[in-house]
């Protein structure tokens, strides 16, 4: 599994490579335009007031300091542009997604729903190709009667989800008591036609939110007593009240992602009860024991035979033990009806049903099979028994000893190391010796982009004594300082294009590395680490998109342009102590502490609240995660509209909470802003 994400990822990383020069010409292109635009309006500027044309040195500089005010502002966009261009490609395949319609909408209001439903299921000529496979044909001309009431097993090829519409057939039709099954409204179909899979797929939450997922819309407005009732009686139905009342908190026991601490056949006997606790008309049985072992099979095979009392029940079967007690049994071949009846007249017919009944060993004697059979089911019993007892008490153990863990066992399986920025940069510098050929190479870009603002205050300090000074030395000396201007602008279209290069291949290494380490680690891990709630499936992928991508933004752009800032920061402090050392003194004591302090303060805000956001993202990626993967069972349980209010919530919650957070983080913001320009208060 390692190697083949490792294939992935290298794949990705291939691409990715091609992003390098783009990403080059939007750093450095900006900056190269807004540097030029200067150096053009001194340079015109100049002649312009010579000429009598503009009256005032101030006319100049005013157009001047606009063009690099807006030039700065422009530069704030470059740590950003990485970010714009994913949005951007993600905007575009989220409203693909948003935008596409669905035929088959579950909650489309749309359709009959009918008060009652007897059961009678009818097929009509019916021919059905998967959309994925239209070549291969699963269902030709196929016509079927299946009675009211009676169990009906089709011997052949698995359900291909008709009856519940997840597909329209090609052609003919399929009739619900005598309607057409897309004439019914879809949600109140998949209500009444109920279906219990190969693998049952159970929720994270507790056996009663398990069962009651399978609850009507009329049924959830029921109290929550009355609706454990209802919970209890479909368990009981299904042979599952036993095994659960034996669970440390019964009904109420936290079953973990997938069910995970429950057998395979105890998973089935819940999904059975949350099948019929809305009391279907029609139940379908896809293979639901084939998936279990011989013991686990007699006795989810004894609960199936009790809830298919009184209903419609229509089994998908290759295992023919599991369907010799049908009223009717259909043998389908090349997509269609090959031959039915009972089981009897099948081995008398000594046909398809016969040799397939010889192939499996289930040509015994009547008498003799029977007593065969109930034999081993008593044995089956005993031993289900032991193995449940066995079962139920290792389930306590374990959940008694997760509880009485202690704090520091605890503190290995999840939450952070509490690293700072500059430890985890250092973390990441150390490990990742391959960023250091480019870092070096950055250091050009970096020097360059550092030495801009000393380099302009130098020349626009010039260029003030060229306006205040008469005759032709003047122009020469303007030309001359232009001509510097633009020199740093083609300064920082070469330093500003290895910037941006650099900043794709160093992103991409350590996005590349720490994917591939997270995955390895994941697989690693002891099942305690995944039986936590934080540590679900949805979250274990969203932390896998999302934190190589966080480290990849702080080690790439960011990183290399806070290094610009530093070498800024040192070189315009040096200079203005080395031309007005007491003047610096006043503005860079007085006002430089407090603007570091606040934006110190506000990055520190800012991380804190990012972790709490992610966190809360992280529980609504598992929700989305979890129905994704289950779509199948989240549709004919009509689950879709919980699902849906359960996500809205989580993301509701997540807008609320963060709104007092990012108000106390942006007065601080606020803070370091308006700091700048009382330290140019002050400095004048």
């Given at each position: 599994m390692a190697n083949?994400?490792?294939?992935?990822?290298?794949?990705?990383?291939?691409?990715?490579?091609?992003?390098?020069?783009?990403?080059?010409?939007?750093?450095?292109?900006e900056y190269f335009c807004a540097y030029s635009a200067i150096a053009l309006a001194f340079w015109q500027g100049f002649r312009m007031f010579q000429s009598?044309?503009?009256?005032?040195?101030?006319?100049?500089?005013?157009?001047?300091?606009?063009?690099?005010?807006?030039?700065?502002?422009?530069s704030l966009l470059a740590p950003q542009l990485q970010s714009f261009s994913t949005a951007a490609s993600a905007a575009a395949e989220l409203f693909s997604?948003?935008?596409?319609?669905?035929?088959?909408?579950?909650?489309?209001?749309?359709?009959?729903?009918?008060?009652?439903?007897?059961?009678?299921i009818e097929a009509r000529n019916l021919?059905?190709?998967?959309?994925?496979r239209p070549s291969?044909?699963?269902?030709?001309?196929?016509?079927?009667?299946?009675?009211?009431?009676?169990?009906?097993?089709?011997?052949?090829?698995?359900?291909?989800?008709?009856?519940?519409?997840?597909?329209?057939?090609g052609s003919g039709q399929l009739l619900l008591d005598g309607i057409d099954v897309a004439e019914y409204n879809t949600r109140w179909l998949r209500s009444t036609v109920r279906l219990v899979q190969q693998e049952p797929i159970l929720f994270s939450g507790t056996v009663f939110e398990n069962v009651a997922n399978g609850l009507l819309d009329k049924q959830r407005l029921l109290s929550q007593d009355e609706q454990l009732k209802l919970v209890q009686s479909a368990c009981e139905a299904s042979n599952a009240h036993e095994f659960i009342v034996e669970l440390p908190e019964g009904y109420a026991t936290q079953l973990g992602e997938g069910a995970g601490m429950l057998s395979g056949g105890q998973r089935q006997r819940l999904a059975i009860a949350r099948s019929i606790i809305s009391d279907p008309k029609v139940l379908l049985l896809d293979e639901a024991t084939s998936a279990l072992d011989p013991r686990a099979e007699s006795i989810v095979q004894r609960a199936l035979k009790r809830v298919s009392q009184g209903r419609t029940v229509l089994v998908i079967a290759h295992k023919l033990s599991t369907i010799k007690d049908a009223d009717n049994i259909a043998v389908i071949a090349n997509g269609c009806v090959r031959e039915q009846g009972t089981h009897e007249e099948l081995i008398a017919q000594d046909d398809q049903y016969a040799a397939l009944v010889r192939a499996q060993d289930l040509g015994q004697g009547k008498e003799t099979g029977g007593s065969r059979l109930h034999e081993e089911e008593g044995k089956v019993e005993m031993d289900e028994c032991s193995k449940h007892t066995e079962h139920t008490l290792a389930l306590k153990k374990t959940i008694s000893v997760a509880r009485a863990a202690d704090p520091e066992a605890q503190a290995k399986t999840h939450g952070t190391i509490g690293l700072s920025v500059s430890g985890c940069v250092y973390r990441i510098l150390k490990e990742q010796k391959s960023l250091y050929p480019w870092l070096a190479f950055a250091t050009i870009g970096i020097m360059t982009g550092g030495a801009t603002y000393p380099g302009q205050a130098l020349l626009l300090a010039r260029l003030v004594n060229v306006f205040a000074r008469p005759g032709s030395s003047a122009g020469s000396d303007a030309d001359f300082f232009s001509l510097?201007?633009?020199?740093?602008?083609?300064?920082?279209?070469?330093?500003?294009?290895?910037?941006?290069?650099?900043?794709?291949?160093?992103?991409?290494?350590v996005a590349h590395s720490y994917r591939s380490e997270m995955f390895t680690t994941f697989l690693k891990q002891d099942k305690e680490f995944f039986d936590r709630l934080e540590n679900r499936s949805g979250s274990l992928v969203s932390r896998l998109s999302t934190l190589p991508s966080q480290v990849q933004d702080l080690i790439s752009a960011n990183l290399l342009l806070m290094m610009i800032v530093l070498v800024n920061l040192a070189a315009s402090c040096a200079l203005a102590l080395a031309y007005g050392w007491k003047l610096a003194l006043v503005v860079i004591g007085g006002g430089l502490p407090p603007l570091l302090v606040s934006t110190y303060i506000r990055i520190r805000l800012e991380s804190r609240l990012s972790?709490?956001?992610?966190?809360?993202?992280?529980?609504?990626?598992?929700?989305?995660?979890?129905a994704v993967t289950a779509i199948k069972t989240v549709a004919s349980l009509t689950m879709e509209t919980e699902v849906l209010g359960a996500y809205s919530m989580l993301l509701a919650n997540i807008a609320k909470t963060s709104a007092m957070s990012t108000l106390h983080t942006m007065f601080w913001a606020a803070l370091a802003q308006s700091l700048e320009f009382l330290m140019m208060a002050l400095g004048f």
């Open positions: 083949k994400y490792e294939d992935h990822l290298s794949s990705a990383h291939k691409q990715a490579k091609n992003k390098s020069p783009a990403y080059g010409l939007m750093f450095s292109a009598g044309e503009i009256g005032s040195v101030g006319t100049v500089f005013t157009v001047v300091l606009s063009t690099l005010i807006a030039a700065t502002s422009v997604v948003i935008d596409r319609d669905s035929e088959l909408d579950p909650l489309d209001q749309a359709g009959i729903s009918p008060s009652t439903c007897q059961g009678y021919n059905f190709a998967y959309p994925s291969s044909q699963v269902l030709s001309n196929l016509s079927i009667t299946i009675a009211a009431g009676q169990t009906t097993a089709l011997v052949g090829p698995s359900g291909c989800g008709l009856l519940e519409r997840w597909y329209n057939p510097m201007l633009f020199v740093i602008a083609i300064g920082n279209l070469v330093g500003y294009f290895i910037i941006g290069w650099t900043c794709n291949a160093i992103g991409q290494i972790e709490e956001i992610d966190g809360r993202f992280y529980g609504s990626a598992s929700v989305a995660t979890e």
